[in-house]
């Protein structure tokens, strides 16, 4: 079956940074696109990163671009967030997520879903 396993979170002091992994299993993961999605508590879960199936194409939410940085290394079935200068504010739990053809930004049109893994920022 298809799994995705997060790594990498932890708890980190505001300004630090951290790099989150999420290995995929039981697909043929250079055709999917890749996504990452985060859920503060008390909060809805929203769209981060998201990257093609060749890694040619990126899309990043508006609030995220210049401090997060989504990877792939298809040769280890691997999706990567790099995330600079935490803030207290990127406190959640971040998840990744697959689906066939182009990425989106949306939760719904994604197929798989890891369990996640948390992020806490400490001031």
């Known amino acids: 079956q298809v799994q995705l396993a997060e790594s990498g979170g932890g708890l980190v002091q505001a300004g630090g940074s951290l790099r989150l992994a999420c290995a995929v299993s039981?697909?043929?993961?250079?055709?999917?696109?890749m996504g990452w999605f985060r859920q503060a508590p008390g909060k809805e879960r929203e769209f981060v990163a998201a990257?093609?199936?060749?890694?040619?194409?990126?899309y990043y939410a508006d609030s995220m671009k210049g401090r997060f940085t989504i990877s792939r290394d298809n040769a280890k079935t691997t999706v990567y967030l790099q995330i600079d200068n935490l803030k207290v504010e990127d406190t959640a739990v971040y998840y990744c997520?697959?689906?066939?053809?182009?990425?989106?930004?949306?939760?719904?049109?994604?197929?798989?879903w890891g369990q996640g893994t948390q992020v806490t920022v400490s001031s």
């Open positions: 997520t697959t689906k066939s053809g182009p990425p989106r930004m949306y939760a719904w049109d994604y197929t798989f």
């Open positions: 990257i093609s199936d060749n890694a040619d194409t990126t």
């Open positions: 039981g697909l043929t993961f250079n055709w999917y696109a």
